[in-house]
């Protein structure tokens, strides 16, 4: 990346790294806390447009405005659930026809006052894993988000918390449209940002990245010491049942998810959390419960045990009570750590890519089959 005065195509701020801002910011002959201030107009106040940014002088703000820009998705549609889930669909600035989808799960103490306040990101326009039960899955793949986009969403519901509940976010996890890990540099350039104190300033400890088990990037995360939580997506505890309903344990099985996640326990010593959707009479009998326990045996590790949200035109249903009660009792029978969440917003389609699909988000590319 050169700065000249003949640049042509005009840059978007917003694709490019903190370091390459530094860079940029080098390259304008500008002190290194000029780029913290545009750092800060970018990624703590949000701003969309050179002439907001009032502490650069107006030399500096006509400069920038001839050879860069500021991209910012925006917002389309919010719902509110009535147990306070507030789901956000946003279009991109490049493309109106693509929509991604945010969701802000606050928790409450028994006298109403806000504890956490959880906001769930999308990485992608799509995904192209095709999970059986997940309808981002059944639109198919468009294409990456920028880090860029991915901070917007956060900063976006950190606006609306401190608005409406008078605190900032709490919680991050990357568990929304897309498959974070198929999207690596700009997934952890974001969780970089959002944890940089000239941004929202979150702990890695808050942010939680999930994947359905790409053992290259857990591997690579490991390597790369990132400090950040991570999920896994496992849904079934065995590879007959894991094939049936992800396609991308075909040919990356639970052995060498296994292998990956004891390489990443061997680097970093932390624990990890597994996310097991309870389908009804499909993996929610007690030989899955002694197959998951099994599983949680590899390394430090706790479960989600998600009740799940039912998508229309997928069979695979929420499970009965009385068989989640069976299966937490084996759970704890062999004393894996396991807690029940339970869906929420189910009346403002809150499950990932429903809300999309149904404002006419089109097909795109997919690795499964049908
Ligand atoms: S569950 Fe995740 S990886 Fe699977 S299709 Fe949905 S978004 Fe993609």
Redesign the pocket.
């Known amino acids: 990346m050169t700065v000249t005065n003949e640049t042509k195509e005009k840059i978007d701020l917003k694709t490019l790294s903190a370091s390459e801002l530094s860079v940029f910011a080098g390259e304008l002959n500008l002190q290194s806390f000029r780029a913290d201030q545009i750092f800060q107009w970018l990624y703590q106040k949000g701003v969309s447009r050179f002439e907001e940014m009032t502490n650069l002088s107006k030399d500096l703000r006509a400069k920038l405005e001839n050879i860069a820009y500021i991209s910012r998705i925006r917002l389309l549609r919010q719902a509110e659930s009535e147990d306070g889930t507030v789901k956000f669909l946003f279009h991109l600035a490049d493309n109106e026809d693509y929509k991604i989808e945010s969701v802000l799960i606050p928790d409450f103490y028994d006298d109403g006052v806000v504890n956490r306040l959880t906001v769930c990101v999308s990485s992608q326009v799509g ?1 192209v ?3 059986e039960f ?1 309808a ?2 059944k639109m198919g793949f468009f294409r990456n988000l920028s880090h860029g986009e991915i901070v917007d969403q956060v900063q976006y519901i950190n606006d609306f918390c401190e608005h409406r509940y008078g605190k900032k976010i709490t919680n991050i996890v990357y568990m929304g ?3 974070p890990l198929h999207n690596y540099d700009a997934v952890t350039e974001s969780a970089r940002i959002i944890t940089d104190e000239r941004s929202i300033d979150l702990s890695p400890k808050r942010i939680t990245v999930s994947t ?1 088990g790409l053992t290259k990037q857990i591997k690579k995360l490991a390597d790369e010491r990132q400090p950040f939580n991570l999920a896994i ?1 496992l849904h079934a505890a065995n590879d007959e049942k894991r094939d049936e309903i ?1 396609p991308i344990n075909n040919s990356m099985g639970l052995g060498e998810l296994k292998e990956a996640v004891q390489h990443y326990y061997a680097m970093l010593h932390r624990p990890i959390t597994y996310e097991y959707l309870l389908f009804d009479d499909f993996n929610d009998s007690p030989q899955d419960a002694r197959e998951l326990a099994n599983i949680v045996q590899w390394v430090p590790s706790k479960v989600n045990i998600i009740m799940y949200n039912n998508v229309a035109g997928v069979e695979l249903k929420r499970a009965r009570e009385d068989r989640l009660d069976r299966f937490m009792k084996e759970l704890i029978k062999h004393d894996v750590r396991a807690t029940v969440r339970r869906s929420r917003g189910d009346d403002i389609d809150a499950g ?2 429903q809300l999309a699909i149904k404002e006419g988000q089109a097909k795109g590319k997919s690795i499964r089959k049908n």
């Open positions: 995904c894993f095709g999970c997940c981002t899955g449209m897309g498959e359905v997506s992800m990932c890519g």
